[in-house]
């Protein structure tokens, strides 16, 4: 089993910056495809963001495209979102997940997910 908790969420301003942690414990990470995916309020889950185990692969959502980062530290069993350049419509609750499979955009390919942090951007 993976416990997944997500940290650093919290309201900012329009253009503003925020960066999201999420902590594995119970397996190293280094056996995992991590992914953000994010809900906003009424809206369905949606892929936000991966890296493959090494950190060599990544791929983002078009809507993040050129603002969002994602890293790992498997080291440290923590993956990271850097957001940049942040809108209103980022707003949503963002949720790190892991999955032992290849990376992919599917949520329900991701079996161990965290209890999501909430972003909130004001304009």
């Known amino acids: 089993q993976v416990q997944l908790v997500e940290s650093g969420g919290g309201l900012v301003q329009a253009g503003g910056s925020l960066g999201l942690s999420c902590a594995a414990s119970?397996?190293?990470?280094?056996?995992?495809?991590m992914a953000w995916f994010r809900q906003a309020p009424g809206k369905e889950r949606e892929f936000v963001t991966h890296?493959?185990?090494?950190?060599?692969?990544?791929s983002y959502a078009d809507s993040v495209k050129g603002r969002f980062t994602i890293s790992r530290d498997n080291a440290k069993n923590t993956v990271y979102l850097q957001m940049n350049s942040l809108k209103p419509e980022d707003t949503a609750v963002y949720y790190c997940?892991?999955?032992?499979?290849?990376?992919?955009?599917?949520?329900?390919?991701?079996?161990?997910w965290g209890q999501g942090t909430r972003v909130t951007v004001s304009s």
């Open positions: 119970g397996r190293t990470l280094s056996n995992y495809a």
């Open positions: 890296i493959s185990w090494t950190g060599d692969r990544t």
């Open positions: 997940a892991a999955t032992s499979l290849i990376m992919t955009t599917m949520a329900r390919s991701y079996a161990y």
